[in-house]
């Protein structure tokens, strides 16, 4: 396997969620081991950790479910003209997400930046577009609310509330009390609590997505503390799924067993055993250790043996994946561009539609046509994933064309994704919900010989990085038992 260059430039300023910062390895310098691990999932994480074994002198096999790499990292173009594609999964890289760029140098992975725009909003039946230091042409606002931009709202509200928080990056999030006060309540319900009229959360929501209404205030607090720093937005060049299959490359294709669904874990103090169902058959595969590195939804089908700790068990079974659903519409030609609109979210609305995503500038050069996608979350994904899938077209461009009137004869192609309907992760990202902060120590504490990985045990949670980092430790934890 040829070891690829990384930098450690960005070393420095990675970010810790629960213990020391992960050091790279060097390249060249892998320990010789004569121990063996399986690795379940072949996202991301999975992946992640598998290499970073490997360079450790670790003999890995993951086993993967899907018949592809990548888990929630999953790039469409079969379909769409002009050689262009779109996002089912992962379609942001921000420029504070140090570890998902360096895997990106690492690899070889070239990176567009997403473009700075003004969107288009459509609240309360109204469509139109702000300019920064007029007044919202909206009913219902406080008085010091009228002229205040997003952007300073997030400074005044939020920012403003980090160093009563915490800061995960210095290991010190949250800070004595603030679990007792705020582990029970929605993040929504802390924006009311700091004054937020309905109207102006209508506003925020817009822009953040309806997952406001039920995500805890710590789970997200925890994650804008994180990424406080956030300026540009990137995107692998030609796709984001060529992360996950050019590190898949560096594992090795031998090292990863495909369409392999697993259906029990056995462990005890010498070892693993993992029982799966794969193309030949029924399989069983024996290690020192085991890097779990799927959804705890998927886990819940697992039989293990002997039954895991009780909080570990409660955390699987009570762990929450928002549900996501997309409507994707290639478009003859970039019509909105004509009013002024751009950037990546296009249209902020608090209607079914939810936002409209553009990766029309991330597509490849010289063509034409766009690339958006109703980007639905929460009890809109809900709605739009429980129509049947023949109808989700005519539900999605009916939502549109209220603020898109154009969208109908634009329309060249139409794709629709449920991440419910995905048997292999069913839901698209993790969710900490009020009372259930306990829930993220329980996530990632290892059981014996299993070790856990996964978005749904970082702080960026639903993110690359989260994926990443989870991977990165998952690893050290296996080589810190030797």
Known sequence: MQQPRISRRRLAGLFVWAGAAHALPACG??????????VLGAGLAGLSAAWELQQ???????????????GRVWTLREGLEQGQFAEIGAVRIPDVHERTLDYCEM?????????????L???????????????????????????????????????????????????????????????????ADFLRMRGTSETYLKLYGADNGSEISTIGTLAWMGAEVADQAWGA???????????????AEEVGEGNIRLGSKVTKIAHDDAGVTVTFVGPDG??????????????????????????????????????????????????RTRFWEKEGIGGLKIAKTDGPAERIWNLSDVQPAGTTMGVIQSYTQNHNADAYCAIAPEEREEFCLSAVEKFFPEIRDEKVVFFHFCWSDDPWSKGAWTDTLPNQWWIV???????????????????????MQGAIESGQRAADEIAAMG
Request: charged share 30%; aromatic share 12%; net charge negative.
């Open 56 to 70: 450790l002198g670790y003999e890995v096999t993951v086993i993967e479910g899907r018949d592809r790499v990548g």
């Open 282 to 331: 029924e399989t069983s595969l024996s290690a020192d250790y085991l890097v779990c590195a799927i959804p705890f939804t998927t886990l819940r089908d697992v039989a293990i043996e002997p039954e895991f700790s009780a909080d570990k068990t409660k955390a699987i079974k009570e762990l929450f994946l928002m549900n996501a659903g997309r409507g994707y519409i290639q478009t």
């Open 441 to 463: 120590d329980a996530t990632r504490k290892p059981e014996g010989r299993v070790v856990f990985a996964g978005e749904h045990t970082s702080v960026w949670a639903g993110w």
């Open 121 to 187: 909003y459509y609240i309360d039946g109204k469509r139109f577009m702000h300019v920064a230091g007029e007044p919202w042409p909206l009913d219902g606002l406080n008085d010091d609310e009228l002229e205040l931009s997003l952007g300073d709202y997030w400074t005044r509200e939020i920012y403003a509330t980090f160093t009563e928080f915490g800061d995960p990056r210095m290991n010190g999030f949250p800070k004595p009390g603030i679990v007792e006060e705020y582990d029970g309540m929605v993040y």
């Open 233 to 247: 937005t990137y995107h692998i060049r030609g796709g984001n799924d060529q992360l996950p299959k050019r590190l």
């Open 29 to 38: 310098q892998a320990a010789a081991s004569d121990k063996r691990v399986l």
């Open 107 to 119: 690899l070889g992975l070239e990176l567009d930046e997403y473009k700075d725009g003004e969107p």
